[in-house]
């Protein structure tokens, strides 16, 4: 596709159910990122992928956290036993390492997020 | 300590002025890059303007140009002309070590942009 695709766009969870996110980034782009965006404040970064592996987890805020890539595309995020303060927006974000000035920059492309709410 | 600062949570722009928004950032790290993001409601995140470390001039991108003073650590965004859909929320943002690295975005809190008509 064209952008990051990000999915659900919206999930509404009860507290102590486990969510899956998903996130298709762009084509070619083997770098990519989850971060965290709580209601009226800044991005908290997650974890990254190069290809398939995470070689810094480092956001992660617990065990309850987990993310994996598959066939260095689509990368799922899942969060296990929800909790209140999970309720954020989860963006995923990529960026290309073989052309373009974003492998100088490493400006992110990013998705439209998924809203996640925990009652 | 904080590595990237936005101290002004909100501020109001008279449609067709400038606006300055502050960003001041800590590390060590000799090789850096600034970023400016914009948020509008629809909660996107779009790309404006870069700055690296090494970078001799200021960033320009159209009505967009950053301020960069490397001695005082700080990277202010200038919107020139503003624009009613310059509304939202800015988000300046530091890239610590070489771009080519995968070396993650650490983002600042915000500054909420309303430009009235």
């Known amino acids: 596709g064209a952008g990051v695709s990000q999915s659900p766009s919206n999930k509404v969870t009860e507290k102590g159910k486990d969510v899956e996110l998903r996130c298709d980034p762009i084509s070619g782009h083997t770098a990519l990122y989850w971060y965290r965006q709580r209601l009226g404040q800044g991005l908290e970064f997650l974890i990254y992928f190069q290809g398939n592996s995470a070689p810094d987890k480092s956001g992660l805020p617990s065990d309850r956290f987990s993310a994996e890539r598959t066939g260095e595309s689509v990368s799922t995020l899942t969060i296990q036993r929800t909790q209140q303060e999970d309720s954020a927006v989860y963006l995923c974000?990529?960026?290309?390492?073989?052309?373009?000035?974003?492998?100088?920059?490493?400006?992110?492309?990013f998705g439209e997020g998924s809203r996640l709410t925990v009652l | 300590a904080q590595k990237i600062t936005q101290t002004q949570p909100g501020m109001f722009v008279q449609e067709k002025e400038a606006v300055t928004l502050d960003c001041t950032y800590d590390?060590?790290?000799?090789?850096?890059?600034l970023f400016w993001y914009k948020q509008p409601s629809s909660g996107e995140m779009i790309f404006l303007i870069y700055q690296g470390s090494y970078d001799q001039q200021n960033a320009t991108e159209g009505r967009y140009s950053l301020n960069f003073q490397k001695a005082r650590k700080s990277a202010n965004l200038v919107i020139s002309a503003s624009q009613l859909g310059d509304s939202a929320m800015y988000f300046c943002a530091m890239r610590e070590g070489p771009g080519a690295a995968g070396n993650k975005l650490t983002f600042g809190g915000g500054t909420r942009v309303l430009v009235k008509p």
């Open positions: 974000a990529s960026t290309p390492a073989t052309s373009g000035r974003a492998i100088f920059t490493g400006e992110l492309f």
């Open positions: 590390t060590s790290d000799p090789s850096y890059g």
